[in-house]
């Protein structure tokens, strides 16, 4: 980014500018041959007779009086506190080959002759792969026995169309027209009309993955930048302002809920921070390190969080000059994944958190001549927690043979066998509900029992 | 006669404002009634050849007072254009350039040049009406999109995809639709040959075409066998059998919500490719077309939403606040967020409605009462009556004007104990009156 010269006022944009930059991004407009986006059910833009936000299904639950919202917290707080599942996606299709190296496979470095990385921690679990230096991070929490490693995760058929192939593992199908995402499905089984929390984006959007068909959930930047202002109202009469505008159409009446929910963390007016974290995380312009430690406020908190998205930092479509950029958002991912599992464990609630990292395809093995890397297909995935399984999904299927006819990896796992594994071990629910023909695939591992 | 229906009702003011929302970006004092004199086919002429640009009201400037610096300080990029939205004589050439900057959606996190972005617009802007191939001969050449797609990188000893796909998949046939992998190989091939170089201090520079590093040999594109170079490429995906539905579809789309019907797309695709690719007369039918005037509301993008505002209360430019504040509601014009453009179906939820009302505080600002020093009635119906005259008298529904009502009658109630709060809640309850009108539904689609 360039310097800024008129920087006045805008020192809190260059903040959100930042912030939007590596946000979640939406699935892109509707056109021919492209999947219909998750959660709208509706043509682009549209919007039904009845007006503004009625057609916005991921907004359901609309229907509700408004004095619901105020049991539905009620009842929320009173609630067992249960697992959180928590999904933060590499957008742009991260480099496998270079996030775990196969440095021990002989053909790596006749493919990657500039970008072969050379040295650093070997897997146990594969003597061939070893760790970029970046995700030192995940890696030290490999070493517990916290993270589970999934080397070439992916489908067959693999689409290398960044928007196709998101879509496909939002929805959790290779389905262009399914356009529900499978943590919302998820959500329309367990989830109520009255927790918009319990399906929440940190991101400027809502993620797909998360879009619902009944029951509404949220998007927000940060648990303590939820605030609202309209000059020369203030007082009593400032009440009644904020205590209408729910009523003005189903999205700010989520609106309004989520501002109840999130009041507890607010900045205090004397300038307390909303939420202080028992661990230190990185210091970045990027929001990512403080979304994580908001939301392990919010979990700690008791707040009904259930599934979460988050977008991480970085620039993951590396066509040229990889080799830095990549290093960049994997250093500070994985450096704030570390520190948010530390938070969790120093509140003892380490438990009931398990963190999903993925991307939508790999990237080819041979590199092309911009010392960058084209779309590819099977690519790495992590699950991190105390109670993942610490047992490798799949395996790395090697250069040799390992290579489908457009030069991409061929994936030894599949992710809708991942996510019904995660939906059956980790939130026990029945995946059959959830994920299209889930009793097509086997189920992994994934969660220590 | 291309075929295409064409709307037949009355065309009154309330059809020339929604007209000037979907081909511009909303109406001034005075415009809405002035289009409707037109009458449609006029009103239709007058958006499509516009005449020479004249800009209305103040020059843009920064909080201090300072003019803008587009290509140098960072968000003036998006403060000069969203002027050039708010005081243009020729709304539909910048709502053009809008469509085009999503649909070959550029973004300045890869470009790195605010000049090299403005450029780009200036290209969108140029020939945003004009004809759809040299768009994309142009578009294919420009020094924005060769740094944004790689173009510049792509060569005969290095040949990289990214251009050569997203071309066919985002801008010109639909993903998966008349093309294979195979083909996104070829189509990187016949690209190749665009340099550029970068220097210290200055940054990428030169753009051009060098031979030298174009792929001569023999490529199958389409399963069609020639030394392609980049100008067939752009060729043959205009004249590729999928591409004119494409088109008319995405075009479509950013005027009416709903799909075109059968009889209304396959009109409009040969008004299209008998027209060689013509794009106003394609504009031109969509926006006569029934489904505008008669369809549902179609959810302002933020941008639209901003400068919306701004326009009918007749006020320029004069803070930077607006940068981050449509960032915040999802659209830092310059800024999309991916090659496949802005998101429309997912304009609101709840971190962006938050945006949206900060944008309406920021945009009624100024014109905020002083409770302390500005007596308004202790009168509910004459308040709410006050706060729609000052949006010009918009048509709300039943539920928000319940809900404004609601809110009058209990606000003003908490001050029936104190005579200074009957003295300062008044003008309070109209300030919020006026910020509840603007985060309403009514003005969140048009």
């Known amino acids: ?86 999904s933060v996606f590499l957008e742009g299709g991260a480099d496998g080959l270079s996030v775990l190296s196969p440095q021990g496979d002989p053909l790596y470095t006749k493919l990657r002759p500039q970008l072969a990385l050379s040295g650093g921690t070997p897997l146990t679990e594969d003597a061939r792969l070893f760790w970029h230096p970046a995700v030192g991070g995940i890696a030290q929490l490999y070493g517990e026995q916290k993270v589970t490693v999934m080397p070439a995760v992916g489908y067959t058929h693999p689409d290398q169309s960044h928007f196709t192939s998101r879509h496909y593992w939002e929805v959790g199908a290779t389905d262009t027209h399914l356009n529900t995402g499978w943590l919302g499905r998820y959500l329309d089984v367990v989830g109520t009309e009255d927790n918009p929390l319990q399906g929440v984006s940190f991101d400027d959007t809502l993620a797909p993955a998360l879009a619902t068909a009944k029951v509404p959930v949220a998007a927000i930047t940060a648990p303590d930048q939820y605030d609202f202002y309209s000059n020369n109202v203030w007082g009593e009469v400032e009440e009644r302002m904020l205590e209408t505008f729910g009523r003005l159409g189903p999205v700010a009446q989520q609106v309004d809920r989520l501002r109840n929910q999130l009041l507890p963390f607010r900045a205090k007016d004397d300038g307390t921070p909303g939420f202080q974290s028992p661990v230190p995380y990185p210091k970045s312009d990027d929001p990512f390190p403080n979304k994580l430690a908001g939301l392990a406020a919010m979990i700690a908190a008791g707040l009904p969080l259930h599934v979460v998205a988050l977008s991480a930092p970085g620039e993951y479509d590396t066509h040229s000059d990889e080799a830095g950029a990549l290093a960049d958002g994997l250093q500070l991912t994985a450096d704030s994944l570390l520190a948010f599992q530390r938070d969790l464990e120093a509140r003892g609630i380490a ?99 | 006669m291309s075929g295409v229906a064409a709307y037949g009702g009355a065309f009154g003011p309330a059809q020339a404002e929604r007209l000037l929302w979907r081909a511009g970006f909303g109406p001034r004092r005075g415009e809405a009634q002035a289009l409707a004199r037109l009458g449609l086919d ?17 020059a843009p400037h920064d909080d201090k007072g300072r ?32 469509v085009w900057h999503d649909w070959f959606a550029t973004s300045n996190d890869g470009v790195g040049s605010q000049r090299l972005m403005l450029n780009q617009n200036q290209l969108f802007r140029e020939r945003g009406l004009g004809n759809f191939h040299d768009l994309l001969l142009d578009v294919t050449r420009d020094p924005a999109m060769l740094l944004w797609l790689n173009g510049s990188d792509n060569s ?29 190989r070829q189509n990187a091939r016949a690209l190749t040959g665009f340099r550029n170089d970068w220097k210290p201090n200055v940054g990428d520079v030169d753009f051009r075409y060098d031979p030298k590093y174009h792929d001569t040999g023999v490529k199958t594109l389409f399963r069609k066998r020639g030394a392609w170079t980049w100008r067939d490429s752009c060729r043959m995906c205009v004249t590729h059998p999928d591409h004119a539905s494409f088109f008319v579809q995405k075009m479509w789309s950013y005027f009416v ?26 504009v031109s039918a969509i926006l006569k077309h ?14 639209l939403y901003t400068a ?110 104190e005579k200074w709060k009957q003295q300062q809640y008044p003008p309070m309850v109209l300030n919020a009156l006026r910020h509840l009108i603007a985060t309403s539904p009514e003005f969140q689609a048009a």
Not at chain 1, 26 to 43: D, N, Q
Not at chain 2, 261 to 281: H, M
């Open chain 2, 290 to 303: 029934p489904a505008l005037y008669t369809g549902p509301p179609m959810v302002k993008s933020p941008a």
């Open chain 2, 156 to 184: 005969k000893y290095s040949p990289n995809e990214n251009y050569g796909r997203e071309m066919m998949e985002l801008f010109t046939l639909g993903a998966g639709r008349g093309y294979g992998e195979e083909d996104v």
């Open chain 2, 257 to 282: 919500p709903t799909p075109p019907d059968a009889a209304t797309a396959s009109g409009l695709q040969r008004l299209y490719v008998q027209g060689k690719y013509e794009i106003r007369p394609v």
């Open chain 2, 67 to 98: 003019p803008l610096a587009p290509y140098d300080a960072w968000g003036h990029d998006h403060l000069w254009w969203l002027d050039r939205m708010i005081r243009t004589s020729r709304p539909l050439v910048e709502r053009m350039a809008l």
């Open chain 1, 351 to 449: 438990d009931r958190v398990l963190v999903h990292v993925w991307s939508e395809f790999g990237r080819r093995a041979q590199e092309n001549g911009s010392a960058g890397t084209d779309h590819g297909a099977a690519g790495t995935g992590f699950l991190i927690g105390t109670r993942a399984s610490g047992q490798m999904v799949g395996e790395f299927p090697g250069l040799q043979s390992g290579l489908d006819d457009d030069g991409n990896l061929i994936e030894t796992a599949d992710f809708r066998a991942v996510y019904s594994a995660l939906l059956e071990q980790w939130l026990d629910t029945d995946a059959a509900a959830i994920i299209p023909s889930a009793k097509t695939f086997p189920r992994p591992t994934l969660v220590k029992s």
């Open chain 2, 308 to 417: 919306g505002l701004l326009r009918r209360l007749g006020r320029g430019i004069d803070t930077t606040s607006w940068v981050w504040l449509d960032s915040l509601a999802g659209q830092q014009l310059f800024y999309p967020p991916n090659v496949g453009g802005w998101d429309d179906t997912r304009w609101l939820d709840t971190a962006t409605w938050r945006g949206r009302w900060w944008i309406a505080q920021e945009a009624l600002d100024p014109y905020a009462l002083d409770p302390g020093k500005r007596p308004e009635p202790y009168d509910g119906a004459k308040l709410i009556q006050a706060a729609l005259l000052f949006w010009r008298n918009p048509t709300l529904a039943a539920p928000s004007t319940a809900a404004l009502q609601q809110f009058t009658h209990n606000a003003l109630g908490d001050a029936k104990s």
């Open chain 2, 42 to 58: 006029g009103a239709i002429h007058a958006l499509t050849y516009p005449g020479r640009e004249k800009l209305v009201g103040h």
């Open chain 1, 1 to 86: 980014m360039s310097d800024c010269l008129h920087c006045d006022g805008l020192s809190r944009s260059r903040m959100l500018h930042r912030a939007i930059a590596e946000a979640g991004r939406g699935l892109p407009s509707i056109e021919p041959g492209m999947p219909l986006p998750a959660g709208t059910g509706l043509s682009r833009r549209a919007f039904l007779a009845g007006g503004l936000g009625a057609a916005l299904a991921v907004y359901g639950g609309s229907r509700l009086g408004l004095s619901a919202f105020e049991e539905g917290i009620a009842a929320a707080a009173t609630a067992t506190p249960g697992q959180v599942l928590v």
